[in-house]
């Protein structure tokens, strides 16, 4: 079995691809995976994350750029001869095939000899905790053991690349979450290459070393799901990971240590801003409801409180702010943290300057 | 009426009441007639008088019958698999291909329907006689000195049944097909199957149950084309419907007619059996998705 240091890398350079209609499917994008990492594409339906997928396993033929794995250029390659092992997202396995004939599809296809075959793929089912079930028909399997039985199979043919396309999609809720813990330690002890395709945030951060967030067939950021999370490089990368609040502002002054912006609901903070920006521009500020607190000065900004919803651990307020925008601040639900009534003044502030980004508008 | 007094929710009473209507037509123009060709085929003589299972061993002692009901099933067999093959690239392009050549594929293929099957059959006489389109472009442009012989061969007679069932076979199996998960094939590509064992061990175990109806169709309709075969096989070739006719209206023979039918009738079904079985042991591949 392979083990992390002899895995495959991965480069994007410069993958472009348009539709035969003409539409732009992703667009100059740049990825740089190292061996053995785990690498989500991260993005809304539609935002070109598949169309990767399927070119790096050799069904679309990008329009330009290259392909990298390892050290060969792979465009040229037919999906049959690239070893980049598929999990999709209905698992298409094979109907009419044993659990056992699926995973050792591959092989056969290689040539390898029946008893083989059947040894190996005992092996790769133990390894998913489906030895039992080697003379099952797929159709007989949960959809979760049906999707360990698709990793199994793509994991058979010691793949360079293993590719798994909204892998829990159809999974329900608990589900999942064993399952996400399933494929990282299977992933750990095949040490394989992958990218994981989800359009959920929670299950990108979780599973990835390092996170593509895609928009319009762009790469809005590359970077661990930390740096995703507290450092977004993009407007659309605050909003679409994890939840933020979106206010006017405009630069009053700006220097190394942050960005000075006069709100227009009223008050000031002090922000980070990704992409430079000087005195007297119009900016969009992004606070995150768990970064905003109460406070009792005249820091921040005031308004009055709209709802109070106690979501069992967090309780979640929303704020009306004096230019209308609606704000929502989540705290942690320590001992009894009081409901604030509906039409109470207060003023709300970032836990810590630096905690807001502001965004050119 | 029975069924207004059953309690609400029974729906069975209703259902069966419904029935009623097609089980009398079936009862009187299916059951009743069969019924009688039993019976008329249980007589030893031609007026029917005399009792006795006579005209199946005539029948099935007689080499010259037997020999017709061979060539029938035979040339049901190879216009089957005429139209298997012809027919499966058509039924895997339609799959493949835009909505725009996916309407022109359907009217191809149904077009056959809308025509008379005199018509079509005297389509094909023209085409392959002795002065038909084949022979007179093949004649000018010198490839051939004499006509070749396709009308009343056994080659021509395949042509036309072939030409004339196919819709039977390609609709089942543009749905067969259709019903295959497209990524099942790419995962194949992905685990490094080329096309060609793609096809084998994937799209054609799957697409069996469209293969078994579109067969058992043609099959049941090329041995039963009474007008084609007569037409386009002439008097050399003799099928089994033209045998029941001449024996039915030419000789008046009824209880041998009787006897031919129904031996017809379970040689079919003994074919037809065979495929729902293979059908039953494929169904299993369809329903998975």
Known sequence: MASVSDAKSLVLDRITHRFASGTMAVSDINLDVKGGEIIALLGPSGCGKT?????????????????????????????????????????????HLSISENVGYGLAARGVDKATRAKEAQRLLDMVQLGQFGERLPRQLSGGQQQRVALARALAIKPSILLLDEPFAALDKNLRLDMQIEVKRLQRMAGTTTLIVTHDQEEALSMADRVAVLSHGHLEQFGTPSEIYDEPQTLFVNTFVGTANRMKGTVLASDASGVKVALEAGGEIIARAPTPVSASD??????RPEHLTFVGDDTGFAGEIGMALPLGATVVHEIRAKDGSSIKISQARTGGTPLREAGAAVRVAPLAPGLATVFPQ | MKSATTAPGDVTSFSLGLALPLGLAFAIFFVLP??????????????????????????????????????????????????????YPIAWLYQRSGSRVQTLIIMIVLLPLLTSVVVRTFA???????????????????????????????????????????????????????????????????????????????????????????CTLTYAAAIT?????????????????????????????????????????????????????LGRRARGYGDAR
């Open chain 1, 282 to 287: 119009k900016v969009t500020v992004c606070l």
């Open chain 2, 34 to 87: 069969l019924a009688q060709l039993v019976y008329l085929s249980l007589h030893n003589d031609t007026a029917a008088t005399v009792w006795g299972l006579g005209q199946y061993v005539k029948f099935l002692t007689d080499p010259f019958s037997l020999a017709v009901l061979g060539s029938t099933l035979l040339l049901g067999a190879e216009v089957t698999l005429t139209c298997l093959v012809l027919g």
């Open chain 2, 225 to 277: 084309a009474f007008i084609t075969q007569s037409l386009v096989g002439g008097g050399q070739m003799l099928f089994m419907p033209m045998y029941l006719y001449q024996q039915a209206s030419t000789l008046q023979n009824w209880p041998f007619a009787a006897a031919i039918s129904i031996i017809f009738l379970f040689a079919v079904l003994a074919i037809v059996a065979l495929f729902s079985t």
């Open chain 2, 124 to 214: 094909w006489i023209v085409i392959l006689g002795r002065q038909g389109i084949i022979n007179s472009v093949l004649q000018s442009l010198g490839l051939i000195g004499t006509p070749l012989r396709m009308i009343y061969t056994q080659g021509g007679l395949i042509a036309a049944l072939a030409q004339v069932q196919m819709p039977l076979m390609v609709l089942p199996l543009i749905t067969a097909i259709g019903r295959i998960d497209p990524n099942l094939s790419d995962a194949s590509a992905s685990l490094g199957a080329g096309s060609w064992r793609t096809f084998v061990k994937v799209m054609l175990p799957l697409s069996m149950p469209g293969i078994i109806a579109g």
């Open chain 1, 51 to 95: 169309t990767l997928l399927r070119i790096i396993a050799g069904f679309i033929g990008q329009s330009e750029g290259r392909v990298i794995i390892g050290n060969d250029v792979v465009d040229a390659l037919p999906p049959n001869r690239r070893a980049v092992g598929i999990v999709f997202q209905n698992y298409a396995l094979f109907p």
